[in-house]
C-alpha cells in the first residue's frame, strides 16, 4: 500500500516556496509519491479556487526530483497537448534526473475542449484513440533505436532518436478514467489505473470489470490507484462543506451517470471527509476494493496543506496499515 499527495501547484495557494518545503517535509513523513496535474491553459473546475495561477507540472516535478531522493514522481494526470516525441524527451530526462523508479506517467485523454481548441487542435473527439497513439510512440522511442513511424493522429515522421542517458527501465504507464471505454483502454494500453473523484460503487464495477477483461485477454491485472478527495475537519459535515459538493457532485455526476448520489456511502466514497478515523475508514473500503497506491488530493484546503498532510501522515496512514494487516 502507497501514499501519494497532489502538490499545490495551481491556485491562490500555489507558490514554490511550499512546494519546495512540502516535497521536502512529504518525503520525511514517509509519503510514497507526489503528483502534479497538467493543462495546457488552466481554467478551474468550478469546485475550484477561481485564481488561476499554474505551475508547470514538468518543471514542479523536476525540481521535486533534485530536492528529494525516494519520492515517486507523478502526472495526474498528463495530457497529450504536446508532440509525443516531447513528451518522451521531458518523461526520460526526467527518470535521467530523478533516478530509476521514481518517474509514473499517469495519463488523461483532457476533458477541456477549450484546451485544445486553444492550442489549434480543434475539436477532435477521438481523444482517447489519440493517447494511445500517443503513449504507442513514447513506449518506441524509449526503445533505443530510431524510430519511423506512420500512424492515424501524428504526421510520420522518420529516424526519431530519444536518448536520456540513464534512461534504463520502463516508466510505467497509468490510465486516468472511470468510464466502460476507459477500462478496456486500460487493459488494452496501459500499465495502471488512475481513477479519481469517483463514488466507490463505481469503482468496484469498474475493477471487476477490468478483472474480466484482464482475464479474458490473459494479462495482468493493471494496478489500480485511486486519487482520493480529502477533507479533514472536526466532523464530517464540516469537511464536505469545505468540498463544495453543490458543484463537485454535478462535475462528477456527467463522469459517472451511473450513481445516485442519494446514498451516504456515495458521498462517503466521493470525499473522505471529517475527523482521522472517518479518513481512515474511506481509504480501507477503497484499499479492501483493490485500490494499492492513494493519491491524497487536498485541494479543498489547501490553505492548511501543510498541517493536512501532516496530520495524515500521523494519524492516518499508519492506522489504514494496521486495520488492512488485521
Known amino acids: 500500500m502507497k501514499f501519494g499527495l497532489l502538490l499545490p501547484h495551481f491556485g491562490s495557494q500555489g507558490s514554490f516556496s511550499r512546494l519546495m518545503e512540502g516535497v521536502v517535509e512529504a518525503e520525511e513523513l514517509g509519503y510514497d509519491s507526489v503528483w502534479v496535474r497538467d493543462h495546457l491553459v488552466y481554467w478551474p473546475h468550478d469546485y475550484e479556487d477561481a485564481d488561476r495561477t499554474w505551475f508547470d507540472p514538468y518543471v514542479v516535478l523536476s525540481a521535486a526530483a533534485a530536492r528529494t531522493t525516494r519520492l515517486a514522481l507523478g502526472g495526474a494526470t498528463l495530457i497529450p497537448h504536446r508532440h509525443p516525441i516531447h513528451d518522451a524527451q521531458l518523461l526520460a530526462s526526467l527518470a535521467s534526473l530523478a533516478g530509476p523508479g521514481r518517474v509514473i506517467a499517469g495519463w488523461g485523454r483532457g476533458n477541456d475542449d477549450r484546451e485544445f481548441a486553444a492550442g489549434g487542435y480543434g475539436e477532435d473527439r477521438r481523444r482517447g484513440a489519440r493517447l494511445e497513439e500517443h503513449v504507442g510512440i513514447i513506449r518506441d522511442l524509449w526503445r533505443g533505436n530510431p524510430v519511423d513511424y506512420s500512424g492515424e493522429f501524428y ?172
Open 155 to 326: 504526421q510520420p515522421f522518420s529516424d526519431v532518436h530519444v536518448a536520456a542517458p540513464g534512461l534504463d527501465h520502463e516508466i510505467p504507464h497509468w490510465y486516468g478514467g472511470g468510464s466502460k471505454p476507459a477500462i478496456k483502454r486500460t487493459v488494452r494500453s496501459f500499465d495502471g489505473l488512475l481513477a479519481s473523484r469517483i463514488p466507490r460503487d463505481s469503482l468496484r464495477m469498474r475493477v471487476d470489470y477490468m478483472k474480466e477483461l484482464s482475464a479474458a485477454q490473459n494479462k495482468p491485472v493493471p494496478e489500480v490507484a485511486l486519487v482520493q478527495y480529502v477533507s479533514p475537519a472536526d466532523d464530517t459535515g464540516d469537511g464536505l462543506s469545505y468540498a463544495d459538493l453543490d458543484r463537485l457532485i454535478p462535475a462528477v455526476r456527467s463522469r459517472h451517470p451511473e450513481s445516485s448520489f442519494e446514498a451516504s456511502d456515495d458521498l462517503e466514497g466521493l470525499v473522505a471527509a471529517g475527523q482521522p478515523p472517518d479518513i481512515v475508514r474511506n481509504l480501507v473500503l477503497f484499499a479492501r476494493l483493490g485500490v494499492s497506491h492513494f493519491v491524497i488530493d487536498l485541494r479543498a484546503q489547501f490553505n492548511v496543506w501543510e498541517r493536512s498532510m501532516r496530520m495524515i501522515a500521523t494519524e492516518v496512514l499508519p492506522q489504514v496499515r494496521d486495520d488492512l494487516a488485521e
